[in-house]
């Protein structure tokens, strides 16, 4: 159980197109998903905190502009990158929980690897 | 507010041998703690937790780890290390209830097995 799917795998864009990525959990509610970045070899870095029904919450440093987050359903979160340029090229991950509460794990899509031309 | 430290980027061991992936924590609550292992362009997949209760959890493929509050420490270890092993590891603590309980991630290690 607790599956949660992201799509697309990898996305190749020229350079001022807007990029979609869709995060959906498959057996489960999600009021809230996570949206990270992860640069080669680094850690992951929270954008932001996507909340069903209301607008998403930003991590200090992330424009809220280019990177718009919808979560219009408690199964369905998306994330646009607007505008693309090539420093936007990374690895998008986003996550969800199950349950409620600090002990329960997040889980995690398989990651979205933007490529920006 | 709560941290996590990775010693070691990179940690390489021969096939058979011991893995020790080592985790020092910071929080000033009871911790939440969970290792993730990140196969090369994929997501993350939770290899254990440790919630309350038994110091020692178990996890999938054969890796635990032992919470010792005592030293802030969530090391992650493995008996005989296998080939497929071969992958980044996190560590990571949960946030506070303001933050959604985000997880507070480790800068992460990469386990290099060497045949």
């Known amino acids: 159980g607790a599956v949660v799917s992201q799509h697309p795998s990898w996305v190749i864009c020229k350079s001022g197109t807007s990029v979609k990525i869709e995060c959906r959990s498959l057996?489960?509610?999600?009021?809230?998903m996570f949206w990270y970045r992860q640069f080669p070899k680094q850690s992951l870095m929270l954008m932001a905190t996507?909340?069903?029904?209301?607008?998403?919450?930003?991590e200090q440093g992330v424009e809220k502009d280019k990177f718009l987050i919808n979560h219009a359903s408690l199964t369905l979160s998306t994330l646009t990158v607007t505008s693309a340029h090539p420093e936007d090229s990374s690895f998008y991950i986003c996550?969800?929980?199950?349950?409620?509460?600090?002990?329960?794990?997040?889980?995690f899509g398989n990651g979205t690897r933007l490529t920006v031309t | 507010a709560q941290s996590v430290t990775q010693l070691g980027s990179h940690v390489s061991v021969s096939e058979g041998a011991l893995v020790l992936l080592r985790c020092n924590y910071s929080?000033?609550?009871?911790?939440?703690l969970f290792w993730y292992v990140q196969y090369p362009n994929q997501g993350l997949q939770l290899l254990l937790k440790?919630?309350?209760?038994a110091t020692l959890v178990k996890g999938i493929n054969g890796f635990e780890a032992e919470f010792k509050k005592s030293e802030t420490s969530f090391h992650l270890t493995k008996p005989s290390a296998h080939m497929s092993d071969a992958a980044e590891y996190f560590c990571?603590?949960?946030?506070?209830?303001?933050?959604?309980?985000?997880?507070?991630w480790g800068a992460g290690t990469k386990l290099i097995i060497k045949p």
């Open positions: 996550s969800a929980r199950d349950s409620l509460g600090a002990n329960s794990p997040l889980h």
């Open positions: 057996d489960f509610q999600a009021t809230t």
């Open positions: 996507s909340n069903e029904g209301s607008k998403a919450t930003y």
């Open positions: 929080s000033s609550v009871p911790p939440y």
């Open positions: 440790y919630t309350t209760g």
């Open positions: 990571a603590v949960s946030g506070d209830w303001d933050s959604n309980y985000q997880l507070i």
